[in-house]
């Protein structure tokens, strides 16, 4: 049983590169999810997917900022011309797609920490 | 972004002692989940909560969902060193299966 999967684990990068980071879900989830991290502070919403349609986004993401999930499977977050703001944890989510919101749980995978010099 | 309330912010215990957290929040929600996480790793789920009032154990951990809808709480018994890590509870609610995190408890456990 393999759980949800991120690459790579850290990413440094220099101001104005464009960086892109890939998540592979539990395998039978279609909901698919990215948060952002900084230090001391809890996860925060960045948008979720259900299959392939992006049905959610928020105002943290930024025009640089484009999510895909093109087959429904993995998911990638691209950043473009990064800044040093944009250094964090950024991690990804899957759930399975019941329609029942109460029962919409949520496993992380282990992140990409993306430091920008 | 919107964070809720989570406290204490840290705290220290010695080994064996028991330990409360809880987490507030302006809107109702459906569901909580508490989570663990350790340096350099993704949360861990440690608890799910689905109904107003319901109590749920997981081994050492119980937590409850509070019956207002704005709240819950997470009681670690007989901490052991391992415990240690930042705990995170998260809410979801308002026709959105977005979660809305804490600013978590940090836990340091004295052998």
């Known amino acids: 049983d393999t759980g949800v999967s991120q690459n790579p684990r850290h990413k440094i990068t220099k101001r104005g590169q464009n960086v892109t980071f890939r998540c592979d879900p539990i395998s039978e989830h279609n909901r698919l999810y990215w948060y952002r991290q900084t230090l001391g502070q809890g996860p925060e919403f960045l948008t979720y997917f259900q299959n392939e349609a992006q049905l959610e986004k928020s105002r943290l993401l930024s025009d640089r900022f484009s999510a895909e999930r093109p087959k429904g499977s993995f998911s990638t977050l691209e950043i473009q011309r990064t800044e040093q703001g944009d250094s964090a944890m950024y991690l990804c989510?899957?759930?399975?797609?019941?329609?029942?919101?109460?029962?919409?749980?949520?496993?992380f995978g282990a992140g990409t920490r993306l430091s920008v010099l | 972004g919107q964070q809720l309330n989570q406290s204490p912010q840290s705290m220290f215990i010695q080994e064996g002692e028991d330990v409360s957290m809880n987490c507030t929040s302006s809107?109702?929600?459906?569901?909580w989940l508490w989570y663990k996480q350790d340096p350099g790793e993704g949360p861990v789920l440690l608890i799910a909560l689905y109904k107003a009032g319901e109590l749920t154990s997981n081994g050492r951990l119980t937590a409850q969902f509070g019956i207002t809808r704005k709240d819950s709480f997470l009681n670690i018994s007989a901490s052991i060193p391992s415990d240690v890590g930042i705990y995170f509870c998260a809410g979801s609610g308002g026709g959105t299966y977005k979660y809305i995190f804490g600013t978590g408890t940090r836990l340091k456990v004295l052998a």
């Open positions: 809107s109702i929600f459906n569901t």
């Open positions: 989510a899957s759930s399975l797609g019941t329609p029942d919101y109460s029962k919409n749980i949520q496993y």
